[in-house]
C-alpha cells in the first residue's frame, strides 16, 4: 500500500490542524493505521493508532484528549484532527499501516509500510 499525508502547516498554539493519509494499492481496511511523529534531534514516537474498522484507538499520554484518529474506509483515508497545539506538538508528522496480528500498536517498528512525512510547526 502506498501512504500520502497532508495538511502540515504552521499553526499558532492553541490552534487546530486536520492531517489526511490517503492510501492506494491494497485494500486500506485491512491495515490497522497509526500516526508517529519525529521532532528535530528526537526519535519518532507514537501519535494515535485505530483498528481496522475504528473500533479501537490508542493513544499517546501526549496527545490524550487533544488529537483525534479517525478513517473513512470508503476513501482509503486515516485521519488525525490535531486541536489545543502546542510548540512541542512541533515535528514531522508520518502515516503508517500493518496488518493486524496483535500485539501492540504503539511500536514503530511492527508497522510496514509508511508515508512521506508532513511538517506541522506549532509557534508560541
Known amino acids: 500500500v502506498q501512504l500520502q499525508a497532508s495538511g502540515g502547516g504552521l499553526v499558532q498554539a492553541g490552534g487546530s490542524l486536520r492531517l489526511s493519509c490517503a492510501a492506494s494499492g491494497r485494500a486500506f481496511s485491512g491495515f490497522v493505521m497509526g500516526w508517529f511523529r519525529q521532532a528535530p534531534g528526537k526519535e519518532r514516537e507514537f501519535v494515535a493508532s485505530i483498528t481496522r474498522s475504528g473500533g479501537r484507538t490508542d493513544y499517546a499520554d501526549s496527545v490524550k484528549g487533544r488529537f483525534t484518529i479517525s478513517r473513512d474506509n470508503a476513501k482509503n483515508t486515516a485521519y488525525l484532527q490535531m486541536s489545543s497545539l502546542k510548540p512541542e506538538d512541533t515535528a514531522v508528522y508520518y502515516c503508517?499501516?500493518?496488518?493486524?496480528?496483535?500485539?501492540?500498536?504503539?511500536?514503530?517498528?511492527?508497522?510496514?509500510?509508511w508515508g512521506q512525512g508532513t511538517l506541522v510547526t506549532v509557534s508560541s
Open positions: 503508517a499501516a500493518r496488518a493486524d496480528y496483535g500485539g501492540t500498536y504503539g511500536n514503530p517498528h511492527l508497522y510496514d509500510y
